[in-house]
């Protein structure tokens, strides 16, 4: 599976930026696609997931303000992000999980793009 991002780039502090991912490669056995970021010196963490049943789950930061969605016939999936904040500056990474026969995930990424918002 090949993850290739768009979007990203700058924005003014309660504005508005959208980021899309579209998958390619063996997507048939694709479960659970998301977002998580990395800003500097930090951890990555997990933004939004939506599985292929379009149950969503978000971290608290972002709830009320993201939206994740995805097209299961596009392979793509999509986060719409609003009201953004200064905090939310960070590198944004697509992420794709694919079950195993062993009851675990393997998980792909995308190359990431960059968000930044300026106060």
């Known amino acids: 599976v090949q993850l290739v991002e768009s979007g990203g780039g700058l924005v003014q502090a309660g504005g508005s930026l959208s980021l899309s991912c579209a998958a390619t490669?063996?997507?048939?056995?694709?479960?659970?696609m998301g977002w998580y970021r990395q800003a500097p010196a930090k951890e990555r963490e997990l933004v939004a997931t939506?599985?292929?049943?379009?149950?969503?789950n978000y971290a608290d930061s972002v709830k009320g303000r993201f939206t994740i969605s995805r097209d299961n016939a596009k392979n793509t999936v999509y986060l719409q992000m609003s009201s953004l904040k200064p905090e939310d500056t960070a590198v944004y990474y697509c992420?794709?999980?694919?079950?195993?026969?062993?009851?675990?995930?393997?998980?792909?990424w995308g190359q990431g793009t960059q968000v930044t918002v300026s106060s």
């Open positions: 992420n794709a999980r694919c079950p195993t026969a062993w009851g675990t995930f393997f998980n792909y």
């Open positions: 490669g063996d997507t048939v056995c694709i479960s659970h």
């Open positions: 939506i599985t292929s049943g379009a149950g969503t």
